[in-house]
């Protein structure tokens, strides 16, 4: 995608590319939820959007899953599943690899027809950490759930001939890992029963060529390495391999697509990231086996999510009085949330800035419930494939700005937006920053949702000054916890210093706020809380307690300390 654009505009000769993954990811979507309707209708049984199943887009990902309480759940992941196999060997057969995961767990639906939960938490994982290649890696949980009702005989016999059949798709790496396996005999019949064997004879040689030249060409050989290595179903072996010159893939409705519209886009990007529990046993916090760092999703998260989708969602709905002529965008799926505004009118940037004052507060509220929000705001290029899908450039950008370059929780603004937001400034628009854009101790641009803090009277009818106490007082508490337990004999602690940066950030925006005795007072009552999981003598105070005064501090750019610099002074306001 990254090619095929430059300067807003699609490079002559890529334009057929573009359509051409468009066309994949619509038309597969599509086939799928088709192929749920059909089975819902041939098999009388009644399947509710939403709940029963679902299949989301967000950016280049595409989400299905179906709810396995479903009598007939195990047939119909079936059918999904030789579609989803269908899809990888045509997108391969275009130079299009795919990665994804497949398990079987939680979910809970959030406000606008998404989900999240530990299951989505458990595929992402899945995907970027475990798949490594294009393959669909399958979880232990899965594997053992097919396994364990395989044998049950409380189950009808329909039942166990779905879980059969889901069985028969699993292979086992040489690496242990189970993945799909879209070679399977049952692909090769899908498509054929779809357009003729002679399909799959053309999608299978024109993957084949397509692999052999990135191997000779690709800078990274391995991330071919899954396709045909293992090809239990091997097509070579029942006709002819010769390779046509046109490989025979393309039809001519491929002709007609509709090109993909390409434009700029002020993107921003959240993950919202609840905190683990701090248990009360000291022994367990001392041990190495707790987890004090980031959980995954909870009640609380399901909460926030639809309490701050539910605002953007008003956002757009009074966007759309004020601004008619403005393209916006909401997506969301698990604890990740993208908000889009395109740049194509002068009246974009002021609705774009209305939807970062909504997440200032989306992100307030989320402090005060023990989350964490990082995330990036950039602008670049994209385009939408559906309603509220945004691909292209630019989501991959703030998507790498999110993961990388945002060491403790903040929202970082790529430098091309802070270029953008200082032209629009000078040139007289009446667009304003607010104060909200400053420069971090790392160098890096953010959006400060703290800025003008004392002209708001309250966040979500808490009083401001009492909101701010009680968030300390959590962020001071666990910065001790992390420090007096922990991190003397853990000087890697890298979520350490992430609380460490963050809790100063906290004591630098009261202190700007001339609220001084309210860290003081917050200081106090973390240190009361520390005392319930460790009693200290009277008069007596935590080691740690020196850490204010000259104390060096981990310098996430270099990796190295540095002497602490003062928030009040560091910032720089645009």
Not at 402 to 411: F, G, L, Q
Request: with cysteine; charged share 25%.
């Amino acid at each position: 995608m990254k090619t095929a654009v430059k300067d807003c505009a699609v490079i002559p000769g890529k334009q057929d590319e573009l359509n051409r993954i468009a066309s994949l990811t619509m038309t597969a979507c599509q086939k799928i939820r088709d192929a749920i309707s059909r089975f819902s209708k041939e098999n009388s049984i009644r399947l509710i959007k939403g709940k029963d199943y679902g299949v989301q887009q967000f950016s280049d990902s595409t989400v299905i899953y179906v709810r396995k309480s479903i009598e007939l759940a195990p047939r119909l992941f079936y059918e999904v599943l030789l579609d989803v196999s269908c899809h990888i060997l045509e997108s391969q057969a275009e130079g299009l690899g795919i990665r994804g995961g497949v398990t079987i767990g939680l979910v809970w639906p959030v406000a606008g027809g998404t989900f999240c939960g530990p299951a989505l938490d458990e595929v992402s994982n899945l995907e970027c950490k475990t798949a490594f290649w294009q393959r669909i890696v399958v979880s232990d949980r899965y594997v053992q759930w097919i396994g364990k009702e395989m044998v049950d005989d409380g189950i009808s016999d329909k039942r166990k001939e779905g879980l059969s059949d889901l069985n028969s798709l699993l292979r086992w790496g040489v690496d242990t890992e189970c993945y799909l396996n879209v070679f399977n005999s049952a692909v090769a019949c899908r498509m054929d029963s779809d357009a003729g064997y002679e399909k799959y004879k053309c999608v299978y040689n024109a993957a084949w060529k397509m692999v052999n030249e990135t191997l000779w060409s690709s800078k990274k050989p391995y991330v071919w390495k899954y396709f045909f290595t293992e090809d239990t179903y091997d097509y070579r072996k029942k006709a002819s391999a010769e390779v046509p010159r046109d490989n025979g893939f393309h039809d001519d409705k491929d002709s007609a697509l509709e090109n993909v519209n390409v434009g700029r886009y002020f993107v921003c990007y959240l993950k919202l990231l609840p905190l683990s529990l701090i248990p009360k046993d000291k022994e367990l916090i001392e041990t190495g086996y707790c987890n004090l760092g980031y959980s995954h999703s909870n009640a609380t998260t399901i909460m926030l999510l639809q309490c701050g989708m539910a605002n953007l969602m008003a956002w757009r709905r009074e966007c759309s009085k004020r601004h008619p002529d403005v393209e916006t965008g909401i997506q969301q799926i698990g604890n990740y949330v993208l908000i889009y505004v395109k740049d194509d009118i002068a009246e974009a940037y002021l609705a774009f800035v209305e939807a970062l004052h909504v997440v200032e507060i989306f992100k307030l509220l989320a402090l005060h419930a023990q989350h964490f929000m990082t995330g990036a705001i950039a602008i670049g290029c994209g385009w939408t494939l559906a309603k509220d899908c945004l691909c292209g450039p630019v989501v991959g950008e703030v998507d790498s700005l999110a993961t990388k370059n945002v060491p403790y929780p903040r929202i970082v603004i790529s430098s091309d937006m802070v270029d953008s937001m200082h032209r629009r400034l000078i040139c007289g628009t009446g667009l304003k920053f607010d104060g909200r854009v400053h420069e971090d101790i790392d160098g890096c641009w953010i959006w400060d949702d703290f800025a003008e803090m004392s002209k708001r009277q309250d966040i979500a009818g808490i009083e401001i000054k009492v909101y701010m106490k009680e968030v300390l007082r959590h962020y001071m508490f666990r910065h001790l916890v992390m420090w007096h337990f922990r991190h003397r004999n853990n000087e890697g602690s890298a979520f350490a210093r992430q609380m460490h940066l963050a809790t100063r950030r906290l004591m630098g925006i009261a202190e700007e706020l001339e609220w001084k005795d309210l860290y003081d007072e917050a200081e106090k009552l973390a240190i009361e809380d520390l005392k319930t999981i460790e009693p200290l003598e009277a008069g007596t105070y935590p080691w740690i307690l020196c850490r204010y005064i000259g104390m060096p501090i981990f310098e996430p750019r270099i990796g190295s300390s540095a002497p602490w610099i003062n928030f009040a002074s560091a910032h720089s306001i645009l």
